[in-house]
């Protein structure tokens, strides 16, 4: 009798929920079973490409989730949903874990850079999750390279300053994503540890209203504090003009490739290689 008393009350604030937010529990309870299972989960994989010798220096991996009631869901939603329930963690681990290996069969020259969640970060056992994943799939740490969004730095100071200095002593790298699109400070800039700096696309689709200011300053910086510059969003000829003329040394970007399968990936790399040597035939 219990039961079907709860069973009632579920249904009657079922019901009393709007349609939108009906879609937002069902869809937190099918991303936690999609971080059980990885159903429906995927990986694209766009090229990073050095401005110097038109080589691929690194693919960031980025996630695509399908849903059988919901369909394709865009990673800006439904990462932040996988965020607010938790399920970020697994899902983070198992994306992490599918980047790796994907990225094993590539050119040895060929780095990966996935996405990590603050959530994932704050886990006091981050560190030793990442070392895991590194060591089941055979990944060299040297071609893991983690990206964080400048949120990370609004966090625990101590704590965030250790598990980035962690992971480079084991050699892996660290981006900050998105850099210049939040409200954090510069400050952290001198305070946190990392390797890379990745200019939010923002910018770059609007040079002439100040975005190329912001990209040259965002690189004097990047010079003295001893980081690389990638900057995001390069979509034409001109704009990848404008970015090398300032002196950026890496670039992403539709003009180069959109993000794709592993599969096609490897044809896309194989095609460029087998171009670059006929050129100097
Ligand atoms: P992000 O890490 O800044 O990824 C770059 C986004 O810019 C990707 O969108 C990519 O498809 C898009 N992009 C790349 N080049 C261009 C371009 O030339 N023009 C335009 N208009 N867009 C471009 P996507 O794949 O939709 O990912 C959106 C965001 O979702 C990512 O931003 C990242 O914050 C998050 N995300 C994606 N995969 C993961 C993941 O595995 N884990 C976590 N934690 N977050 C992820
Ligand atoms: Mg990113
Ligand atoms: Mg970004
Ligand atoms: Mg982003």
Same mark, same amino acid.
């Given at each position: 009798?219990?039961?079907?008393?709860? +069973?009632?009350?579920?249904?009657?604030?079922?019901?009393?929920? +709007?349609?939108?937010?009906?879609?937002?529990?069902?869809?937190?309870?099918?991303?936690?079973?999609?971080?059980?299972?990885?159903?429906?989960?995927?990986?694209?994989?766009?090229?990073?490409?050095?401005?110097?010798?038109?080589?691929?220096?690194?693919?960031?991996?980025?996630?695509?989730?399908?849903? &059988?009631?919901?369909?394709?869901?865009?990673?800006?939603?439904?990462?932040?949903?996988?965020?607010?329930?938790?399920?970020?963690?697994?899902?983070?681990?198992?994306?992490?874990?599918?980047?790796?290996?994907?990225?094993?069969?590539?050119?040895?020259?060929?780095?990966v850079?996935?996405?990590?969640?603050?959530?994932?970060?704050?886990?006091?056992?981050?560190?030793?999750?990442?070392?895991?994943?590194?060591?089941?799939?055979?990944?060299?740490?040297?071609?893991?390279?983690?990206?964080?969004?400048?949120?990370?730095?609004?966090?625990?100071?101590?704590?965030?300053?250790?598990?980035?200095?962690a992971?480079?002593?084991?050699?892996?790298?660290?981006?900050?994503?998105?850099?210049? &699109?939040?409200?954090?400070?510069?400050?952290?800039?001198?305070?946190?540890?990392?390797?890379?700096?990745?200019?939010?696309?923002?910018?770059?689709?609007?040079?002439?209203?100040?975005?190329?200011?912001?990209?040259?300053?965002?690189?004097?910086?990047?010079?003295?504090?001893?980081?690389?510059?990638?900057?995001?969003?390069?979509e034409? &000829?001109?704009?990848?003009?404008?970015?090398?003329?300032?002196?950026?040394?890496?670039?992403?970007g539709y003009?180069?490739?959109?993000?794709?399968?592993?599969?096609?990936?490897?044809?896309?790399?194989?095609?460029?290689?087998?171009?670059?040597? +006929?050129?100097?035939?």
């Open positions: 009798a219990a039961k079907s008393e709860h +069973g009632d009350q579920a249904r009657v604030y079922w019901s009393a929920l +709007g349609a939108e937010s009906q879609r937002r529990v069902a869809m937190h309870q099918a991303l936690r079973g999609c971080a059980d299972s990885g159903d429906g989960l995927t990986l694209m994989f766009q090229p990073i490409v050095d401005l110097e010798d038109g080589r691929v220096r690194a693919v960031e991996a980025l996630a695509r989730w399908r849903h &059988s009631e919901f369909g394709p869901v865009a990673p800006d939603v439904f990462i932040p949903l996988a965020e607010e329930n938790g399920s970020i963690i697994a899902l983070g681990y198992r994306l992490l874990e599918m980047a790796c290996r994907s990225v094993c069969g590539l050119p040895s020259s060929v780095s850079a996935v996405n990590l969640s603050m959530v994932q970060l704050l886990q006091h056992d981050c560190v030793d999750r990442i070392e895991a994943v590194l060591a089941a799939s055979g990944l060299a740490p040297q071609r893991l390279e983690l990206e964080l969004t400048e949120s990370v730095f609004a966090l625990d100071g101590a704590h965030v300053g250790a598990v980035l200095s992971l480079r002593a084991r050699g892996v790298r660290v981006a900050i994503d998105d850099f210049g &699109s939040g409200y954090s400070s510069l400050a952290y800039l001198r305070r946190f540890p990392a390797d890379v700096l990745k200019v939010d696309r923002s910018f770059i689709s609007a040079l002439d209203q100040g975005g190329e200011a912001i990209i040259a300053a965002a690189l004097s910086m990047a010079r003295a504090f001893g980081l690389e510059l990638v900057v995001e969003g390069v034409t &000829s001109e704009q990848l003009e404008r970015v090398r003329r300032l002196g950026a040394r890496r670039a992403q003009y180069f490739a959109r993000p794709q399968s592993a599969a096609a990936l490897a044809d896309w790399l194989h095609a460029r290689a087998a171009a670059r040597i +006929g050129l100097q035939a």
